[in-house]
T-cell receptor, first 110, second 115 residues
Framework: GQSLEQPSEVTAVEGAIVQINCTYQ??????LSWYQQHDGGAPTFLSY????GLEETGRFSSFLSRSDSYGYLLLQELQMKDSASYFC???????????FGKGTRLSVIA | KAGVTQTPRYLIKTRGQQVTLSCSPI?????VSWYQQTPGQGLQFLFE???????NKGNFPGRFSGRQFSNSRSEMNVSTLELGDSALYLC???FGQGSGTDTQYFGPGTRLTVL
């Protein structure tokens, strides 16, 4: 099975950079996904890393290192609207379900 | 293209009752997954349906069941409700090819409160 660990809470200042880590234990998986969920809202897809390395999408970047069983989401130029929960997720081969970590609640303060 | 819709949005039930939640996926999506979300527990996988067949099932008791119809719409049922079933129930749809790029699109959820 899969197990993903994330910090439960992170606080950062507006305009700063924050990194949300995700470590995992899984026998094999396609890639690492990240989802964002605002309070009262639905999770929405942010990014997907199929290969090791950094993927950049605007202010958000995501990184994967399969050899270290580790990935992270990097948010730059933080804005108050980035306050949300962020979930990492993996799917193993064989029509298996997408498994989520317990999420990291990011609070952006002025 | 319309997003994933879930009905009802809010529900209050008492212990022992049963409840049915509904999910309409994005047009063209054949897979529907259900998740239970409670504070501090993240998104716990309930089950996934693909082309009317249950493809995967999470670690939940048999009181939780579901089905999918030929138009890909899905329902989940919880019987003999317990206080611990109070949660946000999220439905997500995808094309269902089961690969890493099979992005899930979530509905707004149904907030179930059991008294």
């Amino acid at each position: 099975g899969q197990s993903l660990e994330q910090p439960s809470e992170v606080t950062a200042v507006e305009g700063a950079i924050v990194q949300i880590n995700c470590t995992y234990q899984t026998s094999g998986f396609y890639g690492l996904s990240w989802y964002q969920q605002h309070d009262g809202g639905a999770p929405t897809f942010l990014s997907y890393n199929a290969l090791d390395g950094l993927e950049e999408t605007g202010r958000f970047s995501s990184f994967l290192s399969r050899s270290d069983s580790y990935g992270y989401l990097l948010l730059q130029e933080l804005q108050m609207k980035d306050s949300a929960s962020y979930f990492c997720a993996v799917r193993s081969p064989g029509n298996t379900p997408l498994v989520f970590g317990k999420g990291t609640r990011l609070s952006v303060i002025a | 293209k319309a997003g994933v819709t879930q009905t009802p949005r809010y529900l209050i039930k008492t212990r022992g009752q049963q409840v049915t939640l509904s999910c309409s996926p994005i047009s063209g999506h054949r897979s529907v997954s259900w998740y239970q979300q409670t504070p501090g527990q993240g998104l716990q996988f309930l089950f996934e349906y693909f082309s009317e067949t249950q493809r995967n099932k999470g670690n939940f008791p048999g009181r939780f069941s579901g089905r999918q119809f030929s138009n890909s719409r899905s329902e989940m049922n919880v019987s003999t409700l317990e206080l611990g079933d109070s949660a946000l129930y999220l439905c997500a749809s995808s094309f269902g090819q089961g690969s890493g790029t099979d992005t899930q699109y979530f509905g707004p959820g149904t907030r179930l409160t059991v008294l």
